[in-house]
């Protein structure tokens, strides 16, 4: 729990633009509590609580080696929704972009949980991913640039894990007491995608799929699209959050994280459903997306696995507060052998 005034020291040099930006939409900062919020450990996302007023505050990591403007993405993305897709996100209420500050409005409900993936909440989903892509708003996403991490062809993607599973070769230093695990997954980890790697030559040999995405295929994304990133409002609907990575991407790297993330994973019997009620892809479109679905768990295993790397540990033990880096490792790479395990490459 927070304290009133007590400003988290992670603001640093933002607080006098927090606490002007917290005055404008109604809220007096030095009286307020203020509450860490859970989430990832990309930036600093506080609950401020000024008696009956609640909002977000979240203030964007700026990193030397991660260039990437993740407040710039992220309001885009909210300013975009509340033209097109209004009440399916918070709303952005203030921001100060060289401070790296924004408030947004706070979403009261509970938090998503793997229980909530019904048929009416991905159809909501699916819906919420229909009215960004929708052909007549095309207009107004001028402002988008590319997705984290889009790629728009397969060899790009490709490329892209290859580097992921290059640098945990190089660079993964487990910890004594889980060396012989590390050396196990990293084992499965290859084994996993040279068959994925040769199911997918062999679907782009046969013409199966082309490499390729044309731009028309191209969709906006929210990019860390799921469950995970979601809250009930206070009419028990759905709401999206966390946007830092958004903007244009390949529909196969969208629909693959819906279904795969590893927080909360979306069965792949809801498929239908939400292609259902999602944009409207050429069937071409999903098609692609279902042949390069084990190349993105190969990817999500990765990502899970960076926590092997030393220099990535730091930011993922705060989404583990109190663990210890053996607890911290064997519960990422056990996270990642439940992925790698259901990896299936379909015949071609």
Avoid at 40 to 67: C, I, P, S
Avoid at 166 to 177: F, H, I, K, N, Y
Avoid at 259 to 267: E, G, K, S, W
Avoid at 310 to 317: D, F, K, S, V
């Amino acid at each position: 729990m927070g304290s009133a005034g007590a400003i988290p020291a992670a603001l640093s040099d933002a607080t006098p633009a927090a606490m002007r930006l917290l005055a404008g939409v109604g809220c007096d900062g030095a009286r307020a509590e203020w509450l860490a919020l859970a989430g990832g450990a990309n930036n600093t996302v506080l609950l401020v609580r000024d008696g009956a007023r609640e909002v977000v505050l979240k203030h964007y990591r700026r990193d030397a080696n991660d260039t990437r403007d993740r407040l710039g993405a992220e309001v885009t993305l909210l300013r975009y929704a509340q033209l097109v897709a209004p009440g399916y996100t918070p709303e952005l209420l203030a921001l100060d972009e060289s401070a790296g500050v924004t408030i947004l409005s706070y979403i009261p409900g509970d938090a998503a949980t793997a229980r909530d993936a019904t048929a009416a909440n991905v159809a909501r989903a699916g819906a919420f991913l229909r009215a960004l892509n929708a052909p007549q708003h095309l207009p107004a996403t001028a402002a988008f640039g590319t997705a984290s991490e889009a790629a728009f062809s397969i060899s790009d993607h490709i490329a892209l894990i290859e580097d992921r599973i290059g640098a945990l070769d190089r660079e993964s230093d487990p910890t004594p007491a889980t060396a012989s695990q590390a050396r196990e997954i990293l084992d499965t980890l290859h084994r996993g995608w040279d068959a994925t790697r040769a199911s997918i030559d062999h679907a782009l040999a046969s013409g199966r799929v082309a490499d390729a995405l044309p731009a028309e295929g191209r969709i906006i994304s929210p990019s860390d699209f799921g469950f995970h990133n979601a809250r009930f409002d206070q009419d028990g609907m759905l709401r999206f959050f966390d946007f830092e990575y958004a903007g244009w991407d390949d529909p196969a790297k969208t629909l693959a994280d819906f279904f795969l993330q590893p927080r909360i994973p979306v069965d792949h019997s809801w498929r239908a459903a939400f292609l259902a009620a999602g944009p409207s892809l050429h069937p071409a479109l999903t098609d692609r997306a279902e042949i390069l679905m084990p190349l993105f768990a190969v990817k999500w295993a990765c990502i899970v696995l960076k926590s092997l790397i030393p220099a990535q540990r730091a930011r993922r033990l705060q989404i583990y507060p109190g663990a210890s880096i053996d607890e911290l490792l064997i519960a990422q790479m056990d996270l990642a052998s439940g992925i790698l395990a259901k990896l299936s490459v379909a015949p071609t």
